[in-house]
């Protein structure tokens, strides 16, 4: 009897190809796993799931190369799986965890649904809140800032620079983006693509910047319309989809990989729906709970053809730049928490465990822009760890007079070869950060004197 092949592997191999729109190689592929699998191994799964019609293959011996199929009508939607890893989950409540443990079923356990216009119907704008009153309290103390009272992106603009990298980065990196911080970093201000990258992972990032810039300079006049949310598509979705899909509703099925959530495939179901989105979102009041309604909504409706989670972090920055409040750059915030979240909406309408995010999201992103006005816990326990290895590298970077790409290969290779395996990817973060934020005030910690700072920001580009 044939050993039956782990249905999980089989998936692993489907995401990994996933990562190669136009096709990857067998070493690719291998290369993207998070387990290890021998090159025998892997080429007779790829010959299953060929068999299997779930992936297609092109090209021959050398050239050969796999890639999901492409089905008439049907635009597939992969849900990001990369192998960074920052936190591994964040505190979640007790509800959180029932949606959880549903969703980390075997996806033929879960039962599929389809997209279900009750649970957009139920909302009811100023009597429906999917945030609590203590919860958006809480969220405006540590949000607020004192330029509350003046015009529209003010706080925003004084921390732009900071913001355009954060978010481009954050929001990037949940959709399996490889770029690092400061590759990100060099990317936006030097127009410099990383070497040995995925020219997807440039784009991705750089139309960030542009949608970025839209909420930004154009704060006292976008909202919750047709033409700020469409827009904003048409700029992250610039060059990444095909130029009659970006900026428009979607017209086709589209299927979503790892869930068994079906959305609507009427295209004048989709548009009133859209509609009925936007309406609901414009007279919300709070813009905490406007925020979180349309990082629920958008996804789940999927209105375009594809980059429908992206419009939805940066559209729930609309209100929140617009209040002058400190803006959700997605700081820290782990991949697989915030799939399973938007998950448990897709399949159960369960909106816990995404606000459980949203709200650890927003916490981490006022800390970043130093808008907090309480502590948020105990000391970093992994810069505790790490302190003296964060100190040296930090300081090396900075004698050595290393350019922002230098110091980028700099830090990996540290990590490689003093850090443990699970830690590599947050010492790199972390490292980066800090490396970031250098400025007099704070350099002595680094055992760099100012003479020696200033040689260096000369050569910081």
Known sequence: ???????????????????????????????MLDVAITRRTLQRRLALLVEQKRLAIQGRGRERRYR????????????????????????????????????????????????????????????????????????????????????????????????????????????????????????????????GKDARDAQMIL???????????QASEIGFNRYTILNLHALLSDNLLDPGACGRLRAIPVAINRTVYHPLEVPQLIDECFQQILDTAAVIRDPFEQAFFVTVHLPYLQPFEDVNKRVSRLAANLPLIRDNLCPLSFVDVPERAYIDGVLGVYELNRTELLRDVFVWAYERSCARYSAVRQSLGEPDLFRMRYRTLLVETVSQIVHGGMDKKTAAAFIKKRAVDDVSQEDRARFVEVVEIEVMNLHEGNIARYRIRPSQFQIWRATWR
């Open 68 to 195: 999901l199929p492409v089905s008439s009508g049907v635009f597939h939607i992969t849900m990001p799986k990369h192998k960074i890893k920052f936190h591994e989950y964040i505190p979640i409540s007790p509800e959180s965890e029932a949606i959880k443990k549903y969703i980390r079923k075997p996806i033929q356990d879960r039962r599929p649904v389809g997209y279900n216009r009750e649970f957009l119907d139920a909302y009811r704008p100023k009597e429906t809140f999917y945030l609590s009153s203590e919860i958006r309290k809480h969220l405006f103390e540590i949000g607020h800032s004192s330029d509350g009272q003046r015009p529209a992106g003010t706080y925003a603009r004084k921390i732009f620079s900071r913001l355009l990298i954060d978010l481009s980065w954050n929001s990037s990196r949940l959709e399996g983006n490889t770029y690092s911080l400061l590759e990100t970093e060099r990317l936006l201000e030097l127009g410099e693509a990383a070497e």
């Open 1 to 31: 009897m044939p050993k039956q092949v782990p249905q999980e592997e089989l998936e692993a191999v489907v995401q990994a190809t996933s990562r190669f729109p136009e096709g990857g190689s067998i070493e690719d592929i291998r290369g």
């Open 207 to 217: 139309n960030h910047k542009a949608a970025i810039e839209l909420l930004v300079e």
